[in-house]
């Protein structure tokens, strides 16, 4: 497969508005549109063409068809001018590569683009803390994180530095200062980049990903000296993100850190991307949590835990939001179905008892 093919192959997953392009020997070219998987009617990939196409993404030189070793998986952005930028993942599967591409678009979409509540606009605004964006793998975690990023670029005299495996949406021109930079290729890792982001005189941290003990701890200490750090995590809710945090630390120290996190936190947002009952696309679902007196008690205690989401619920005036209060409105909008939304419910019999039935609960 040549170079043509292969960007063809792309502008056509970008032309019908796919979210990610798999590329794996024995299928046909395979496209995720609106969430669902589906299959160009073209021939099916042989190891030969996958092999192509890794080189191609991987910047291997040499003729078609020409041997290298390919890594057991790497990550890497790749670009196609006046088409799209790509995350991608390159990885070998039964000896031969296959390749998963997430579409990242070259302009970065604004919170009404993404139709997210207005009070993770209000969260942007915040200027030292740490904020954690949350949710499964393709939930839009890093569409946010940029709309919040560009918000800041655009409003204030910042130093913005980002800490990305790989770098996905660039950032143009503004009024603050931004420096990108991708480990493996400007940096060894995570956790070098932000000790050495400490001393770039730094006012926004970004961190793609909350991966470990080490970096979760350099981030704890960077909102602790007025720094804003923004990172993300795959965890499915606002609750459990609290306990991913604090379970990367050894059990002696969990306790610290709970306290370290009710007086740093700013927000968590954690997403869910959703079919429009209308077809046109995907809707996120979005709990919002914010570090009211009662939510920094019960961070602090573990005891309390399982009053956090109640707690949330009881947050309106402040901002919060659980998920099943949020898809209670998108339902009311109907911009969603009673089924899509009971199926995605935290509590569905509780859902379905308030919001579509339509009796009255507490919160």
Known sequence: MNRDAFQNLLALGVRKGASDIHFEAGYPPVYRIHGELLSARLDRLTAEDTRALAAMVLGIPGEPGTPFDLPHEVDRSFSVDGLSRFRVNVFRQRGSPGLV????????????????????????????????????????????????????????????????????????????????????????????????????????????????????????????????????????????????LVGMFPADEQASVRGRLADNLRAIVSQRLLPRQDGAGLVPAVEVLLPTLSIQEAIRDPSRTGQMRKLIEQGRAHGMQSFDQHLGELLRAQLISPEVAKAHASSPEDFERTAILGVEGQG
Do not use: W, Y
Not at 120 to 146: D, E, F, M, N
Not at 161 to 188: H, L, N
């Open 101 to 244: 591409m997430r579409v990242i678009p070259f302009e970065v979409r604004d919170f009404q683009q993404l139709n997210l509540p207005p009070v993770v606009q209000a969260i942007a605004q915040a200027r030292q803390g740490l904020v954690l964006v949350t949710g499964a793998t393709g939930t839009g975690k890093s569409s946010t994180i940029a709309a919040m990023l560009q918000q800041i670029n655009a409003a204030d005299r910042v130093h913005i530095v980002t800490i990305e495996d790989p770098i996905e949406f660039i950032f143009g021109e503004g009024k603050s200062v931004v420096i990108q930079r991708e480990v493996g290729a400007d940096t060894e890792d995570f956790q070098s980049a932000i000790r050495a982001a400490l001393r770039q005189d730094p006012d926004v941290i970004m961190v793609g990903e909350l991966r470990d003990r080490e970096t979760a701890e350099i981030c704890l200490k960077a909102a602790e000296t007025g720094h804003l750090v923004v990172t993300s995590i795959h965890t499915p809710d606002a609750v459990r993100s609290v306990g991913r």
